[in-house]
């Protein structure tokens, strides 16, 4: 089956699954900090972009990413979408293939029609767009860039089963020959790497406004399915309460039941109800994979409803940061029943300042 983007046939990528981290906070805490303390791991900052799969060819290098396409089932390939990529001249690493983060590093980008906040909205945005737009959009407010922090082939030789240390030095080794070459690397560029003081730099990454960073052993193979205790991400996160005014139907193997949970709070200036976060129907205080989907489903009118005794329930919601006034990556952590709706107050305005 062949591709067809911008008017090029191109054969379908090689399907590789990305290696997927664990999260820190899911560790006891006292292995937490062993691993804080262990020299076996380090520490790169975790960008916040889409995750990538630079494949390095001969007449050109393609790029896919981890979301499947619906109409094929193959990783989304987004070349086009970065053409200062697709163009570097690296057929001298033919076979290649570079693990990590596509970013546009921006705080806030009009696209024409709305304005995306945030390095993540901004890299989904051209991500998103026609690979034309996604061309323009660069002209006009710069390009992104390809942060690589793992290799899994380089000229064509698997490095799956490599350790990660062999698996660097691999991938310094790379970036030394691109400049050797004089390749233009300023949308290019390779993970910093801590060993010591990890959580220093933890907290610096964190006061420059950063998600967090990623924690990696030394001698961790690339897994490609679950996830790897090899790799962990420690993120900040942020908590606000608010309450549930609605959920939306389910798809995608849901169908019948409630999808997410719309949560919302007062305004402190309008002092109305706005929605600030859609969140899976779950309470991590009954554990991890606590699933309130079947729980909280009537069928009304045959329709799938949330129950009655759940509207304006208030729940305390983690998330990572505020974009565009809504949460992003937001979960319940608890229900609270000590508190009404009435004190779930936001000051939308002073986030402006």
């Known amino acids: 089956m062949l591709s067809y983007i911008c008017g090029m046939s191109r054969l379908p990528l090689t399907q590789i699954a990305p290696m997927l981290a664990c999260d820190l906070r899911d560790l006891p805490p006292a292995e937490q900090e062993c691993i804080w303390s262990n020299p076996a791991y380090i520490a790169e900052e975790k960008f916040n972009g889409v995750r990538g799969l630079l494949h390095i060819g001969k007449k050109e290098n393609r790029i896919s990413t981890r979301c499947r396409s619906k109409r094929t089932g193959l990783y989304s390939e987004k070349t086009d979408h970065f053409q200062h990529l697709r ?50 959009l660069q002209q006009e407010e710069g390009y992104a860039s390809f942060q690589a922090f793992d290799i899994l082939r380089y000229k064509g030789e698997s490095l799956e089963s490599q350790p990660f240390w062999k698996r660097r030095q691999v991938l310094e ?52 399915s679950g996830r790897s205790k090899g790799m962990l991400k420690a ?74 005794g759940f509207m304006n329930r208030v729940v305390e919601v983690e998330a990572f940061q505020w974009n565009n006034w809504r949460l992003v990556h937001a979960k319940i952590l608890r229900f609270r029943e000590d508190k009404s709706p009435r004190e779930c107050v936001v000051d939308f305005l002073g986030m402006e300042e």
């Open 87 to 136: 163009n570097l001249p690296l057929d001298f690493l033919d076979g290649a293939v570079i693990d990590g983060e596509i970013l546009m590093n921006k705080s806030r980008m009009f696209t024409g029609e709305t304005f995306a906040c945030g390095t993540l909205s901004c890299t989904m945005a051209l991500c998103n767009a026609s690979p034309e737009k996604a061309f323009v």
């Open 173 to 224: 080794k790379l970036f030394s020959d691109m400049t050797a070459k004089g390749v233009d690397l300023t949308s290019l560029n390779i993970a910093t790497q801590v060993s010591d003081d990890k959580r220093d730099f933890y907290e610096a990454v964190l006061s420059s406004g950063g998600e967090g960073v990623m924690l990696k052993h030394r001698d961790a193979l690339y897994q490609h």
């Open 235 to 308: 993120k900040r996160f942020l908590t606000v309460d608010g309450f549930i005014i609605g959920a939306t139907s389910g798809k995608n193997g849901n169908e019948g039941m409630i999808g997410s949970l719309l949560i919302g709070a007062y305004d402190l200036c309008t002092d109305k109800v706005r929605e600030i976060a859609g969140v899976p129907p779950s309470d991590l205080s009954l554990g991890k994979n606590s699933n309130l989907r079947r729980t909280m489903t009537i069928i009304k009118d045959g329709r799938p409803c949330l129950a009655p």
